[in-house]
């Protein structure tokens, strides 16, 4: 073993081969390339090194998503995208999750715990690693086109040799320098005891991109762990002017408290067992998730760039405007984070990140920011309070909303479009220009019509609104919601981020914009329905609004009218429509939301809370599905940005699915 390394390290000195390194991230170059690397030379004892005729090292960067502690992590996405786009693998995903969804066990396998704090350094595959600044990255290598033969491996940069023989289809696993060329090279030993070289480069491209933004950023509606629903009743107490009523929806499962409306007011450590038993997210304070279109864009450019490591840092947060939450710090949307403490204040997403990065270079004043993904400006114009003016139908608690500040209007919105957005933008690109340079390396994605159908909009009611009684989406309001944002607030949007149509920008101030998805959508509306949807929706979820028992007796023991436990919910099933009803995002995350408005409920059965739930919590966002379509069209972007090509689709065989047809129109 030792004589091979010997000889390996004398040949590399006969034969020069010091050469020029490839771009990062670049296939490493043919054996031919590489100076000296197929010279044939006689060598002692009548070994006769000669061209590799077919033979080629190929490698790739493990675990290349670095957010991912466990290599098992990163291989079920790689394995779900396997000839698949990012929206196709969602769907294989759910299917092999049964709905359940596939991040609901990996909260604890990250680099960022609860409360958005990174590990750093980070125990990764058994290796303890810096998050922000990596030394080194563990790569796989072997030989393609040898598997008759046995190799002997050698490094330069330090990296230890493999002396000895092995099969050339065996697959090594060194860990090479960060921001240096490794040069790998292979003696190939035949059964008729030819030996042959061949030689390659590995440099990984070392990638650092943040996501920023507001909730559709950070993936609101789409909890990481889904609450878990309890199968009887929980009550609430609705307040119509003078009259109070009650009604019963899901609770949580495990709560152990008052679930009637007997107490006038639970203690707080009855809200503390309620707060314990919530859904759960990469950080609940800003409600971040993992199926965020921003995360899954930076995973699938890892799994698609075999020689790139990818350092992904989210800091989107739901309720975030430009002012506050990028600018400006924030109030958290919930308060506890399971086993960790919810920060008091949510920092602002640009002071974050801008010492995030300084922490980074102190370990290597090279380090860049390399892309930042952003979505922002629903909230600046107040889409919340259009949600709400549209959602919320009953006369007396729409009057009060207004009074809240819950229940907004086209004409304020735009007012805001027309003032306040512009002037934010200024300062927002001027803050972005210190930490990325040219801001083509912004990769914007807007946003998409939720309520777009084939044909139109959605005709609006209380299908998918009937978790709450004040609920019912109003047609003529729908209407206008829907016209104002696709003729006025995307176009101008568009314009904001790509210094047209008269924005006040300088040099190097446009940024690269997303918005080839909104087409995708338009059959994905909230309403839309298909016979391939869940059994659960299509039986429990009924277009007149009638779900949920309307007595309190029947309610507190079966709340669902169609008499199925609301547990067989599937929060992540596929489903035609990718935008969360109200229904929908109660089921999947029924966010309690604390801090978020004036109107704040004054207990755990006070029905208000279940307003802000729908308002503040996830309906009219994107299901998963949604969020892995906006992904699939920044990933095209995404290339464009960084030079990087678009790799050579691949060609798996597979059964077709089952065909997906329009369930008919309810009469």
């Known amino acids: 073993m030792r004589f091979a390394s010997l000889l390996g390290l004398a040949l590399l000195a006969l034969t020069d081969l010091a050469c020029a390194q490839p771009l990062p991230g670049a296939d490493p170059a043919p054996p031919a390339a590489i100076p000296g690397a197929d010279r044939a030379l006689s060598g002692s004892g009548g070994i006769n090194l000669a061209p590799a005729s077919d033979a080629r090292i190929v490698w790739e960067v493990r675990n290349r998503f670095r957010l991912f502690r466990e290599e098992k992590d990163f291989a079920l996405h790689a394995d779900a995208m396997r000839g698949r786009s990012i929206v196709e693998a969602e769907q294989e995903l759910a299917r092999e999750t049964e709905g359940r969804g596939w991040a609901r066990n990996m909260l604890g396998r990250l680099c960022i715990d609860g409360a958005g704090r990174l590990a750093d350094p980070c125990p990764r595959d058994g290796v ?69 070289r061949i030689s390659a480069e590995i440099a990984v491209q070392d990638l650092l991109i943040a996501g920023m933004g507001d909730s559709i950023a950070a993936g609101e509606g789409n909890p990481d762990r889904p ?58 304070a800003c409600h971040r998730s993992l199926y965020s279109y921003q995360l899954r864009t930076a995973l699938a450019l890892a799994i698609e760039q075999p020689h790139a490591a990818v350092t992904f840092l989210p800091l989107a947060c739901t309720g975030a405007s430009i002012e506050t939450g990028l600018l400006g710090s924030r109030r958290p949307r919930e308060t506890d984070c399971g086993d960790i403490k919810c920060p008091a204040t949510v920092p602002s997403q640009v002071s974050h990140l801008a010492s995030l990065l300084a922490q980074a270079r102190r370990k290597d004043p090279g380090r860049k920011l390399d892309l930042l993904l952003l979505t922002v400006g629903a909230n600046d114009i107040d889409f919340a309070g259009l949600v709400g003016d549209v959602i919320i139908e009953e006369p007396w608690s729409r009057s009060l ?3 809240s500040g819950v229940v907004g209007s086209v004409g304020n919105s735009q007012t805001l479009l027309d003032t306040k957005l512009p002037r934010d933008f200024v300062r927002l ?56 944002v696709q003729e006025r ?40 329905r298909a016979v391939s949807d869940p059994d659960f929706d299509k039986d429990c979820f009924s277009p007149e609004g009638k779900s949920f028992t309307p007595r ?71 299901t998963a599905e949604g969020h892995a379509a906006m992904a699939d069209a920044a990933l095209d972007e995404v290339r464009h940005a960084l030079a990087l090509a678009r790799p050579e689709p691949e060609v798996v065989a597979r059964p077709l699915p089952p065909p997906v047809g329009l369930a008919p129109k309810a009469e």
């Open 489 to 528: 607030f995307l176009p101008a949007l568009k314009a904001l981020a790509t210094c047209t149509s008269g924005a006040l920008c300088g040099a190097g101030e446009a940024m690269t914009f997303v918005e080839t998805h909104q087409e995708a959508f338009a059959g994905h509306g909230l309403c839309a």
């Open 227 to 284: 609450v878990a629903l309890a199968d009887d009743g929980f009550c609430f107490r609705q307040f119509v002017g003078t009259t109070r009523s009650e009604y019963f929806r899901p609770g949580r499962a495990g709560y152990k408290g008052d679930k009637s409306c007997e107490l006038s007011r639970p203690g707080p450590e009855q809200v503390e067992q309620w707060n314990r038993l919530a859904a759960r997210w990469l950080n609940a």
């Open 128 to 196: 303890q690693e810096s998050y922000l600044s990596p030394t080194d990255f563990a790569v796989n290598l072997r030989v393609e086109g040898a598997d008759d033969a046995t190799c002997s491996w050698l490094f330069d940069q330090g990296v230890g040799a493999k002396g000895g023989y092995l099969p050339c289809a065996d697959t090594l696993s060194p860990r090479v320098p960060a921001g240096k060329t490794t040069i790998v090279t292979a003696d190939l030993r035949r059964a008729d005891g030819a030996v042959t």
């Open 429 to 484: 690109r001027a803050a972005l220009k210190h930490l990325v340079g040219d801001l083509k390396r912004v990769v914007f994605t807007s946003y998409a019509n939720p309520v777009l159908t084939a044909e139109g909009n959605c005709a609006g009611g209380r299908d998918g609104f009937d978790i709450h009684p004040a609920f019912g989406a109003d047609p003529a309001r729908l209407q206008a919601a829907s016209a104002f």
């Open 401 to 403: 909303f207004q009074r």
């Open 552 to 622: 309190a007796v029947e309610g507190s023991a079966a709340p669902l009218a169609c008499g199925r436990r609301p547990s067989a919910f599937r929060a992540y099933a596929s489903r035609m429509r990718w935008i969360r009803t109200a229904n929908d995002s109660y089921f999947a995350a029924m966010t309690y939301p604390q801090g978020v408005s004036s109107a704040q409920p004054s207990d755990i059965h006070d029905a208000t809370w279940g307003v802000l739930s729908a308002v503040y919590g996830g309906a009219v966002h994107p």
